[in-house]
């Protein structure tokens, strides 16, 4: 009886064991290695990254030692061909003695993903992405260029003309010019296209907005105001528009006044639709104190404010909307103000995420550093954390008291749903990284769990579809990163780790009531023989 209850002791001293060891191994976080390095573009600061076509399989950056731009085939991490781009600028515009190169910021993909707008000097080329071929050229000093949503057409500024004029793709024939009526230099304030594409709206700070037909070339309606921001609703049917601390409605088709929002003190910065077009959100700057917003959203078919939240907001930023409009993610224009991810399935919203600001600097985050990007399905969120904090899954507000996680990245420590790991844990099943001061993560934005860090936040971006992550840190090449496999957290692990010590001791029992039940055969004597 003692040696069969050691017997129990041992085996399960044997499982518990095997449990734990299958456990660490599900739940070991080993750095994440990227799927591709691009080769050649190990640089500081000559390497930018520019954009990603928006079907995902293209990258496009720039190398000023080349004086030229490159575009990558994400699948396979090779370079497809390269597009020189030099430009000279003489030292009496710049006031530097030197000769400047300039390279460009910005490049437009048609929605097929097969065409690319680029201005060279001073000629707007369209280049085949598959082939390299130069499709066609249009002369000109031509800026923010852009495809129509049906790709049909090619809108550009033009200067000093101050004209915004458009090209058929197909032909590269000019078939409209959109003249902005008299507007000084430098104050024009941008065009959009409807979601339709049949629509653009330009926009001056002299003259306020004008809409335009696309199909007919004709000027529908001209809105009077101070207008800094304009959105189309998804439908198109309504055009938002910032008229300092007021946001106006628009009939898009007519130009009618439909309603007036007071969205309160301070200029409006930012306006974005939720998908269908029932609610608005806006940013705006208080003028109250230094970085101090608000964050409101608005029920449009009541026109009535639903949820106020103060942010840190002084130069605008990104306003987006996903899940079906059930999260929004808000990303500051500068450097120093923390990204925000809010659940708005049930209001008061709800903070999931907070990070990726920078104390003391104030410097314009360009579209390369976000601090946070929402992939398509909204299920997860790259985010640059940067001492980064994050609330948990069933949480209310932080300023209402919300458990928060402190994701330190420097230390390599993780936090996940399940709250801090004890010391113990941490040692055993904690990540194993190098310490590294600004990196990024993946958020599971259903769980609020998040991964292990990976790559730099130093220079970054998000594919469209959501599949990829391309870095390029200060003192690295370019490297793509897979975000589609976040790895397993602490409870999950524990979860799968079950199985193979439950089949262990399925093993064990069937190996020992077979050893009790199988029959050993008898001795049989042997028959004494007898002496003659």
């Known amino acids: 009886m003692r040696l069969l209850r050691g017997s129990w002791l041992l085996a399960g001293l044997g499982i518990f064991l095997l449990w734990l060891a299958t456990t660490a191994v599900l739940s070991w976080r080993s750095p994440i290695q ?3 390095t691009l080769p050649g573009t190990r640089s500081s600061y000559e390497v930018r990254l520019l954009a990603f076509s928006p079907d995902g399989r293209t990258l496009a950056l720039t190398d000023e030692r ?38 460009p910021q910005e490049v437009a993909f048609s929605p097929d993903s097969q065409l690319l707008a680029l201005r060279v000097k001073d000629t707007l080329t369209l280049w085949a992405v598959q082939t390299g071929q130069q499709r066609d050229s249009i002369p000109g000093r031509i800026g923010n260029h852009a495809f129509s949503p049906d790709g049909r057409l090619l809108a550009g500024w033009v200067s000093p003309a101050e004209q ?28 959009r296209f409807s979601p339709s594409g049949k629509m653009i709206a330009l926009a001056g700070r002299e003259n306020g907005v004008t ?51 007071g969205a309160g003190p301070g200029e409006v910065k930012v306006l974005t639709f939720a998908p269908g077009g029932r609610r608005l959100a806006s940013v705006n700057d208080d003028k109250s104190g230094w970085r101090e917003g608000t964050l409101r959203l608005w029920d449009i078919p009541a026109r009535r404010e639903e949820a106020v939240v103060p942010l840190a907001c002084h130069f605008g930023g990104d306003l987006a909307f996903g899940s079906g409009g059930e999260v929004l993610a808000w990303n500051p224009a500068v450097v120093n103000e923390e990204a925000v991810l809010w659940s708005i399935k049930h209001l008061p919203p709800r903070e999931l995420y907070r990070g990726g600001g920078q104390n003391g600097s104030s410097h314009h985050r360009p579209k390369t550093r976000r601090g946070l990007a929402l992939t398509p399905d909204s299920r997860l969120a ?5 001492g ?16 928060r996680i402190d994701l330190d990245v420097e230390g390599g420590k993780q936090a996940t749903a399940d709250g801090p790991l004890p010391g113990w844990l941490d040692w055993l099943f904690g990540p194993r990284r190098e310490k590294s001061r600004d990196e990024l993560c993946v958020l599971n934005v259903a769980s609020g769990e998040i991964g292990p860090p990976f790559g730099d936040a130093s220079d970054w971006l998000l594919s469209p579809d959501g599949k990829m992550v391309a870095t390029h840190p200060y003192e690295g090449s370019v490297e793509l990163w897979d975000v589609t ?6 409870a999950r692990a524990a979860l799968l780790g079950l199985f193979p010590p439950l089949f262990a001791l399925a093993l064990w029992r069937w190996w020992t009531s077979r050893r009790r039940t199988d029959p050993r055969p008898a001795s049989v004597p042997t028959p004494p023989t007898s002496e003659p």
């Open 66 to 103: 080349t004086r030229s731009l490159h575009l990558w085939d994400v699948a396979s991490g090779q370079e497809r061909f390269s597009i020189p781009v030099e430009e000279y600028i003489p030292p009496e515009i710049t006031h530097n003695p030197k000769p400047v190169w300039n390279t």
């Open 164 to 191: 915004l004029k458009l090209w058929e793709v197909s032909s590269g024939r000019e078939v409209a010019t959109l003249p902005a009526r008299n507007e000084p230099r430098w104050g024009w304030r941008g065009f």
């Open 34 to 36: 990227p799927r591709a």
């Open 382 to 386: 790259v985010a640059a954390p940067a």
């Open 388 to 403: 980064g904090k994050q609330a948990t899954a069933d949480g209310p507000l932080p300023a209402q008291g919300a458990a």
């Open 211 to 261: 809409l335009w037909k696309v199909d007919d070339r004709k000027e529908t309606a001209r809105l009077q105001g101070n207008f800094d921001v304009l959105e189309f609703s998804p439908s198109g049917d309504l055009l938002a528009l910032g008229d300092s601390d007021v946001i106006r409605l628009y009939d898009a088709g007519t130009g009618v006044e439909v309603a007036a929002l």
């Open 485 to 490: 496999c976040p790895p397993l957290s602490f």
